[in-house]
T-cell receptor
């Protein structure tokens, strides 16, 4: 069975600085998708970024980028120029083709002014 | 319209009440999901509907009864709930095909007294 592990329950970053959230996963499949979701205190789950496993190029979305290491089964999220609005719980998630979305336990990110 | 909407935002009910949660989407997505989320935990999958048919029931107690009247609407009927059922209930949709990400609604905060 697939598993997703986020080893950092809490992280903090100074406003305007860069922070990296870690995620590792375990799977025997070769084709799958990885996601980072953000859940602010308002509680709406928002998709931040997605990565297809067959793509070697790391996904980027504005200030958000990932470091996808398929062999190491690692999928970290880098947030550049952190803003107060980035404060949230971040979930890493794995989805195989036609399978269920499997979440990590989440990392709470605090942004300090 | 790229939103998933959920009503009500908040619901308080007694253990003998019958209530329903509603989820609506107009994105043409063919898969719809119900999740239950406890505070500071990842969402837990409850049900999946694919093309308006129930495809996955994650051994959810029968006091939760899902319904998909049409491709835009998903209901969750609640009856004889327990206090431990208090949680945030999230609806999500997925387009399918090569687009594998799920889009979440804002959730219904349920409190069972």
């Amino acid at each position: 069975a697939q598993t997703v592990t986020q080893s950092q329950p809490e992280m903090s970053v100074q406003e305007a600085e860069t922070v990296t959230l870690s995620c590792t996963y375990d799977t025997s499949e070769s084709d799958y998708y990885l996601f980072w979701y953000k859940q602010p205190p308002s509680r709406q789950m928002i998709l931040v970024i997605r990565q297809e496993a067959y793509k070697q190029q790391n996904a980027t979305e504005n200030r958000f980028s990932v470091n996808f290491q398929k062999a190491a089964k690692s999928f970290s999220l880098k947030i550049s120029d952190s803003q107060l609005g980035d404060a949230a719980m971040y979930f890493c998630a794995y989805n195989s083709l036609g399978g269920k979305l499997i979440f990590g336990q989440g990392t709470t990110l605090q942004v300090k002014p | 319209d790229t939103e998933v909407t959920q009503t009500p935002k908040h619901l308080v009910m007694g253990m003998t009440n019958k209530k329903s949660l509603k989820c609506e989407q107009h994105m043409g997505h063919r898969a719809m999901y119900w999740y239950k989320q406890k505070a500071k935990k990842p969402p837990e999958l409850m049900f999946v509907y694919s093309y308006e048919k129930l495809s996955i029931n994650e051994s959810v107690p029968s006091r939760f009864s899902p319904e998909c009247p049409n491709s835009s609407l998903l209901n969750l009927h609640l009856h004889a709930l327990q206090p431990e059922d208090s949680a945030l209930y999230l609806c999500a949709t997925k387009r399918g095909g090569s687009y594998n990400e799920q889009f979440f609604g804002p959730g219904t905060r349920l409190t069972v007294l």
